[in-house]
């Protein structure tokens, strides 16, 4: 026979012995296959989670004297500038009856400031700081300049303070997020213990100026964290509960905008009208969105510095207060008399336009303030104009179902917008029909836009950010369910040349070519490994000098071994982490024997899979076969 010949002969023998390995341990296995996988678990937590929750107990506390000194600082220059007295309680620019230059200029001025602030001190402050906070998280590691802290709290207060329609929360997402990160960067953490203590920051942030721990933490979950595991949301919710128990001594526990839900009752028109109300919401979240990125398309065609953007939205904030007083500043006062149906019809109208209008624009001229008020505003005032045609249920019913409606529409983010809303009121019997309404405005949203208010700006800086959140594949199979079960094995006697003639005859892998083959001694496997370049590489060597190699001359321990109950995730990772594509498979024990070789073919098994469940459609009960009517012979 010749050599070749032999040589392929051998190695099925070979094939035969690793085969007769790998069917002791499947039946071992299949004695226990409940053990299968009993070393993974849910989720994956170290007892380090508690190390950063100590830390996050401090962001927390921070967060919420941070939040209060910002809303303390916002009545400060509010008073100072609009009513000329020295006040740091929160009060709207247009509670009283001001000169019209002031309400004219005092936007203006507010607005150069800012753009000098965002010029001379950082960019960082434009915007509403949500964006801010998710790019300081995806690309810098998590880490916030320092004097951001200082200048983004500063710029808030000027431009709120000074007239602008906009809300404490964005700003205080980025102070406190500020706050958690600097913590971390003087600490020695990864960059996910970072972004942990960012967001515990921001989320603290947030609760203490809504006193609204649940949905902080939702909306650290839906727009910041980028994950659900207990590594993150366990110290975020320390954060947050410390914060919510100090706001609780600064400014008390009540709900800021108490409804009365004791006597609502729901019929089932009612609910398919909340649906209505939903999408109602739902489209002016999208002509809202569609505005404030078109005004600032409008703002970057201009011929001179963005540092001058701020006044000209100043501008038009002033021409809009000159229409709308009331629809100036924060509006806590205007979003109560909305939610507890006390606003009037001039008011409703005034608000639905004048201020979807003065924030939207002047949000694209790049100053600086928050989202969420104004849309709560928003929100709440095209609920009050639905509840002039709808059927009464209780008062502000119909605004809770708009606020919900476009916070879920604007942020794509349901859940948050109703529990934003219940916290807000306390009106828990108002569950399920928030949770239509706002369910409604965010399906129509995400079909009729690509991006949300807080994500276009992400992509616009050449990111992009899925917040689609599913279970990985590759976490769902086991390395022993697409490994090769029949590898090719050399030993580490063989020659050189021997070995070359078994890769050249032996059946290929995908791709046409074997790069790793694991090698066996006569104890068994041991780990080792050649690859078909070092096999040339010596037979060329050989060619040149005496003497003739052997397979143990070439081969080399594994970089990665991967045992057959691993998954396909841990694979990746250790393929990614030791940059290899193939790595033999061993089973459990000193002994361990190979019974398989992965590569990254077999990787995308999961995918397909994946794939096959999300576009495969099938009938998987057959239709009822119509039955022939009998046909009776002439």
Request: proline share 6%; hydrophobic share 50%.
């Amino acid at each position: 026979m010749p050599e070749s010949g032999r040589a392929v002969v051998d190695n099925r023998e070979r094939c035969r012995s690793a085969m007769r390995w790998g069917a002791a341990v499947s039946g071992a296995r299949e004695q226990g296959v409940r053990h299968r996988g009993a070393h993974l678990g849910d989720f994956t937590v170290q007892p380090r989670m508690l190390v950063i929750c100590g830390w996050a107990l401090l962001v927390g506390g921070a967060g919420a004297v941070a939040a209060l000194a910002l809303l303390r600082l916002i009545g400060l220059v509010t008073n100072v500038v609009f009513y000329q007295r020295w006040s740091t309680a929160l009060v709207a620019p247009g509670l009283e009856h001001r000169p019209w230059w002031l309400v004219l200029g005092a936007p203006v001025v507010g607005g150069l400031v800012i753009g000098l602030m965002a010029r001379y001190g950082s960019e960082k402050i434009r915007g509403h700081g949500m964006p801010e906070a998710i790019e300081a998280i995806l690309t810098g590691g998590s880490r916030v300049a320092p004097r951001v802290a200082v200048l983004k709290p500063l710029s808030a207060a000027v431009s709120i303070g000074t007239g602008g329609p906009f809300g404490a929360e964005g700003p205080i997402i980025m102070t406190g997020g500020a706050i958690g990160s600097i913590l971390a960067q003087g600490l020695r953490l990864s960059a996910d213990e970072r972004k942990t203590l960012l967001v515990s920051g921001a989320a603290a942030g947030m609760a203490a100026t809504f006193n609204s721990p649940l949905a902080a933490v939702l909306l650290a979950v839906e727009l910041l964290l980028f994950e659900w595991r207990p590594r993150s949301f366990v110290p975020v919710v320390a954060a947050v509960g410390v914060s919510t128990v100090v706001r609780g001594f600064l400014l008390g526990t009540a709900p800021l905008f108490p409804v009365s839900a004791a006597d609502l009752h729901a019929t089932p028109v009612v609910m398919v009208l909340c649906a209505v109300a939903g999408l109602l919401g739902g489209a002016l979240a999208v002509a809202t969105t569609w505005l404030v990125y078109r005004a600032e398309d409008g703002f970057a065609r201009l011929p001179f510095h963005w540092m001058w953007w701020p006044a000209i939205g100043g501008l038009v904030v002033g021409l809009g207060g000159l229409v709308e007083p009331r629809a100036l500043g924060v509006g806590y006062d205007v979003i109560d008399q909305l939610l507890t149906g006390r606003a009037t019809v001039s008011l409703i109208v005034g608000i639905l336009v004048v201020k979807t209008l003065i924030w939207s624009l002047s949000l694209g001229s790049g100053t600086s303030g928050g989202v969420l008020a104004p849309v709560f505003m928003i929100g709440g005032a095209v609920g009050a104009a639905e509840g002039l045609l709808f059927p009464h249920v209780v008062p502000g019913f119909w605004a809770m179902m708009g606020l919900a409606a476009v916070v879920g529409g604007v942020m794509r983010s349901p859940l948050t917008g109703v529990v934003f809303t219940l916290e807000l009121t306390h009106a828990w019997g108002a569950v399920l029909p928030l949770l239509l309404s706002s369910t409604a405005a965010y399906a129509l949203s995400a079909l009729l836009l690509k991006r949300s208010v807080l994500t276009e700006k992400i992509a616009r800086r050449g990111l992009h950010l899925t917040r689609e959140y599913s279970t990985d594949p590759l976490e769902t199979f086991f390395v022993e369910e697409v490994m090769e079960r029949r590898p090719l094995l050399l030993e580490g006697g063989d020659g050189v040349a021997t070995a070359i003639r078994l890769t050249r005859d032996a059946d290929g892998a995908p791709g046409g070519e074997r790069r790793l083959i694991p090698v066996v001694t006569d104890e068994g496997a041991t780990g080792l490994v050649t690859t078909t370049g070092d096999l040339l590489e010596a037979a060329a060597r050989d060619a040149d000098g005496p003497g003739s190699s052997t397979v143990a001359d070439v081969c080399g321990p594994s970089p990665v071994t991967l045992r057959p109950d691993d998954t396909l995730r841990r694979a990746a990772y250790l393929f990614a982490e030791h940059g290899v594509t193939q790595a033999p498979v061993v089973t459990h024990g000193p002994d361990g024997r190979v019974v398989g070789t992965v590569t990254l073919h077999h990787l995308l098994h999961a995918r397909r899979h994946d794939l096959t469940e999300e576009h495969h459609r099938q009938r998987l009960i057959p239709a009822k076969r119509r039955r022939e009517p009998d046909v009776v012979p002439l």
